[in-house]
């Protein structure tokens, strides 16, 4: 096999280009948080700069590294990385694929050169294919619990095979691209005061398949007509990246004056409300004195307390392994929580000193 494109390579972005992969498909069936199907037509057409090589993108490198090896580990199993499949328009490129044993002196079968991708592999070659991912919780802020916690990146069920949508779709083009009907999504659970590593059983779907077939085959239109997809507004964050002609203008129509005239006005209303917001809070805070704590009428208690990150699971485990793959830097920017105070309102609870 040959050496793994990086996303920071030119000929990376390229394959992206000519293929729908994977990691599209949850903007392709607009259950993407992130990115929808404009955004993907701006990326298929060749009109967005590459994004750029983040601490985020450093860190889900490193922890894709640390937990296949403990699948490795917990499974007993050899996970193959970085082989690129594809089939028909999709293609995927997979974390990790346990391959079958006969394949691995033959190799696998379906190997193209010039594509740099294996084309169409027979039922039988990939035992299992492996998606690594990471999810984050955080202490709510919202809720009047104080030991409550909310996902940052919903979907995600502890103790349970319950995935978010996008990752389904992603995995079962992972299944269609690979031939190969055994997924597995092994995940680092990253909260407050814990971490868990879990591994999830992810089933093949013929049906959702063919609807993303059909919405893939629509969508491919418009990228070949080099039409924008209806209805689908790229985000901002794609917008800034779009490519543009220095020194180019265009007429615009009443809509856009419109359109304007509206974004004019909540930005100025939401300028007033973060200012009042502010102003409230401190004035709330200010109440408090040289507490931390106090009860309002009602029964409830006003927070202004020191927060420090605790955590108390399996952390010498991701060291280890951040240790052993030579990324123990990754563990400092990982474990690192900052203190800070955070004021909220919570249901009374005992024990508080009362001035």
Known sequence: MSEQLTRTDKEWHERRRKVIGASDAGALMNCDPYRNRGNLWLEKTGRLEPSKDTKHTRRGTALESAILHLFEMEQGVEVERGLYVRRGLFAAE??????????????????????????????????????????????SRQTEEPDAEIVIDPGWGRGTDEVPFRVICQATVQMYAGNCQVHRVPVFSLGFRSFDFEIKHVRWDAELMEMIEEAGDKFWGYVQSDTPPPNAVPTLDALKRRIREPKSFRRLDESALAVYERFSTVNKERIALEKQEAELQAAAIALLGDDEEGILPDGRNLRYMLQKGQWTTDRDLLLATLRRLGEPRMYDEIMHQGEHRTFRCVNAKVGAKKR
């Open 94 to 139: 997979l974390d990790g694929a346990v391959v079958n044993r006969s394949c691995i002196a033959l190799g696998i079968p379906g190997y193209s050169k010039d594509l740099d991708a294996y084309l169409d592999i027979p039922v039988g070659a990939l035992d299992m294919i492996v998606e690594a991912k990471s999810a984050a919780t955080v202490i």
